[in-house]
């Protein structure tokens, strides 16, 4: 099993950017659909945006979209989260997720249960 490491989180002012990065080791990165995922306290986890293992295709809920872009380098064992113009409704522990795909390179798995791996989360402020 893969196991996840986030950083990059922070405090930032509303408007401003980040890049989050998830970094992978134990398998290699390239089977597995990716997700970041973001949780507040008293809310459920919800996703912000998903990767097929060949990083054709994305996912992007509309919260986010427009605003955040997420990427990987397989080569690397890494996915990034990349957020630009930050609301204070961003607030929140960012996770990054894997979920290993069967279903070919270009898959990606939109069910937050159907991922197997979690990181530790990494906190995200952002100040009004």
């Known amino acids: 099993q893969v196991q996840l490491a986030e950083s990059g989180g922070g405090l930032v002012q509303s408007g401003g950017s980040l890049r989050l990065s998830c970094a992978a080791s134990?398998?290699?990165?390239?089977?597995?659909?990716m997700g970041w995922f973001r949780q507040t306290p008293g809310k459920d986890r919800s996703i912000v945006a998903t990767?097929?293992?060949?990083?054709?295709?994305?996912y992007y809920p509309d919260a986010v979209k427009g605003r955040f872009t997420i990427s990987r380098d397989n080569a690397n064992n890494r996915v990034y989260l990349d957020m630009t113009n930050l609301k204070s409704e961003d607030t929140a522990i960012y996770s990054c997720?894997?979920?290993?795909?069967?279903?070919?390179?270009?898959?990606?798995?939109?069910?937050?249960?159907?991922?197997?791996?979690w990181g530790q989360g990494t906190q995200v402020t952002v100040s009004s």
């Open positions: 134990g398998r290699a990165l390239g089977v597995y659909s």
């Open positions: 990767i097929s293992p060949s990083g054709v295709n994305t």
């Open positions: 997720a894997a979920h290993e795909s069967y279903s070919g390179s270009h898959y990606i798995e939109f069910a937050l249960n159907e991922y197997t791996s």
